[in-house]
């Protein structure tokens, strides 16, 4: 099974399906040099690093391997130095492709080495969570973290190829797991009723990786980010919308530590109050919310707030948001399970949704 990107000259492709990792050689781009670079992390590459450099070395590549500790610190400017380092010191030149082999945090870092070195080199991203799969992995944003914040220095740089291996998902812990299913649940809020409904009878299956099931949701979840990004790949309009449940959901991942709420935990709290936030507007109907409320303490995902929670400074942190304009803010808005807008709100309607405490 496979998506396709369509960015004209830079098109590429999505492998999705289970054991892919064994037929590589189907899935790369021609005209690679022999030298190439993994990037992973130290919990992966227990798992899967030799069994990627065993098969790059079986068709001819020589492969240096870097392992970066696991977790978000690693996507920073001095991890990218060791790994410009260690491009150089293995000889990588311009069609030497850098591997992605791990999560959001391993594809993040390794894209922004593939937009930098030399100006750019191929980017393979094998994503091994499931935010990977269907998110940090399809849409070319690559970045490290500034101390000032998330994401700061970044690039649109889209890879060659990705490689879903959907096996890979039969280790991840399941915390890791029900975070990237709540960002699974958000493409059918914003773009698809008939995928939500689709989630609405299948989340035990794909919970347990039943495999149908995950290569059906993996596909739709890829398919429906691919068509945004196609349509506004540089986020000038449509692609915002992808951002549902982030506004609040960034304020809760910050004032909560990461130790408390981890990406997708801290989206889904936020999916619940910006849907929330319109009911409260007039616009969304209470059976579709209680729908989404549903679907999400399914996975199981917690919807309460993390314990530190402080009003003022948590506003303050949205208004830091990308979509906030001066000094207003805009949310996206379900107007039913299906479709979403973008709209203004008010520092009033914010403070009448939001617990003080
Ligand atoms: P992650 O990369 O930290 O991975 C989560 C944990 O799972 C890590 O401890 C990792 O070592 C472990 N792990 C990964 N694969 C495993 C496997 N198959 N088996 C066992 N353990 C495994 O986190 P993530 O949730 O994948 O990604 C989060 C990052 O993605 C954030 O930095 C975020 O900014 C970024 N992101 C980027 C985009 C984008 O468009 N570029 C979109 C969303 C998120
Ligand atoms: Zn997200």
Redesign the pocket.
Known sequence: NTVTVALGRRNYKIFIGRDLLARLEEFLPRELSSRCLVVT?D??DP??GQRLINVLKSLGFRPAKVVVP???AS?SLAGAEALYDRAFEHGLDRRSPIIAL???????LAGFIAATYMRGVPFIQIP??L??QV??SV?G???VNHPRG??IIGAFYQPSAVISDLS??D???VR?MR??MAEVIKYGVIWDDAFFQYLESNLDAAMGLDSRVMQAVVARCCEIKAGIVAEDERESGLRAILNYGHTIGHAVESLGGYHLK???EAVAVGMVMEAVLARQMGQLDVKELERLMALIQKVPLDISLPGEWHKQQAIELMRQDKKAVGNEMFFVLPECIGRVHIKKVSDQQLDDLLPVE
């Open positions: 992390d919990n992966v798992i899967y696991a977790g978000e996507k791990g999560g959001g945090v391993v594809g993040d091994t969570t935010l990977a998110d940090s849409g944003k690559v970045a998330k994401n890979l998902l280790t991840l812990p890791e975070s990237g981890n990406h997708g």
